[in-house]
């Protein structure tokens, strides 16, 4: 059975990214990173997350970190330019991205935010993050996706 195109993927053939989808069985709950990493026999360390923080100035920023990392708001908020940044509130997810938790890409968002993508990321040939769908997961190279959203990459996380 085909799979049914996210945003994410249609930005994606717009752009003429290469990439590939992976599906994961996701009616168990399990759809944390580290349970989607491992349904879909991958290290935790390529699959990423999406996070959506908001800063003191109101703007809005994405942070694509790996599943295995939590993010550290004080090194995001240097990142992002902001005096403090935080996380915003899972009910704001949706009409902020157009995307809900768990199913949140870094790709096609309501409107284009400013994002940044963990510097390990450049050591990997490809990497997996949301396809905007809970149960799917889009599988490409990083630095195109860099390209195609204009992200940088930069270091957020909690060492």
């Given at each position: 059975m085909a799979i049914h195109k996210t945003?994410?993927?249609r930005f994606l053939?717009?752009?003429?990214?290469?990439?590939n989808t992976h599906e994961y069985e996701s009616t168990d709950g399990r759809i944390d990173g580290v349970a989607v990493a491992e349904k879909l026999n991958q290290n935790p360390e390529h699959v990423?997350?999406?996070?959506?923080?908001q800063g003191a100035s109101r703007e809005f920023y994405v942070f694509v970190l790996p599943v295995t990392c939590e993010i550290d708001l004080k090194k995001a908020a240097k990142t992002a330019g902001e005096k403090?940044?935080?996380?915003?509130?899972?009910?704001?997810?949706?009409?902020?991205?157009?995307?809900?938790?768990?199913?949140?890409?870094?790709?096609?968002?309501?409107?284009?935010?400013?994002?940044?993508?963990q510097q390990s990321a450049q050591q990997l040939n490809l990497f997996f993050f949301s396809a905007g769908k809970i149960g799917i997961q889009i599988e490409a190279k990083p630095h195109d996706i860099a390209n195609a959203i204009n992200a940088t990459f930069a270091d957020f996380v909690i060492d």
């Open positions: 945003n994410a993927m053939d717009k752009n003429k990214i290469p990439y990423f997350k999406t996070l959506v923080l403090s940044i935080d996380m915003i509130h899972v009910k704001d997810l949706f009409n902020t991205t157009g995307y809900i938790r768990g199913g949140c890409s870094p790709l096609a968002m309501k409107k284009s935010f400013k994002t940044f993508i």
